[in-house]
Nanobody, 115 residues
Framework: QVQLVESGGGLVQAGGSLRLSCAAS????????MGWYRQAPGKERELVAR???????NFADSVKGRFTISRDNAKAAVYLQMNSLKPEDTAVYYC?????????WGQGTQVTVSS
């Protein structure tokens, strides 16, 4: 079955960096778009970044220039490099993909940015 497992979250000071990883299994990774979403307390889940099977990327306006997304098809993994972190980036970050008509999510990893 499809599994997405995130790692790399933690507590960081404003201006710092974190790198999130998502290990994927149960589908043909190289054919799938992969996304990172986040959900802050009391807010709706929002798209942070997405990378398609050809490596094209798109980002939320709030993270452009600070975050990058990349993938390693050999490892079936997708990464989110987050630089210049701000307190408003505090959220649970989720890995996402769409397989055979269904949305799949990881369990999430907490990112907390202190001011």
């Amino acid at each position: 079955q499809v599994q997405l497992v995130e790692s790399g979250g933690g507590l960081v000071q404003a201006g710092g960096s974190l790198r999130l990883s998502c290990a994927a299994s149960g589908f043909i990774f190289r054919f799938n778009s992969m996304g990172w979403y986040r959900q802050a307390p009391g807010k709706e889940r929002e798209l942070v970044a997405r990378i398609d099977s050809l490596g094209s990327t798109n980002f939320a306006d709030s993270v452009k220039g600070r975050f990058t997304i990349s993938r390693d098809n050999a490892k079936a993994a997708v990464y989110l490099q987050m630089n210049s972190l701000k307190p408003e980036d505090t959220a649970v970050y989720y890995c996402n993909t769409f397989v055979r008509g269904n949305d799949y999510w990881g369990q999430g990893t907490q990112v907390t940015v202190s001011s």
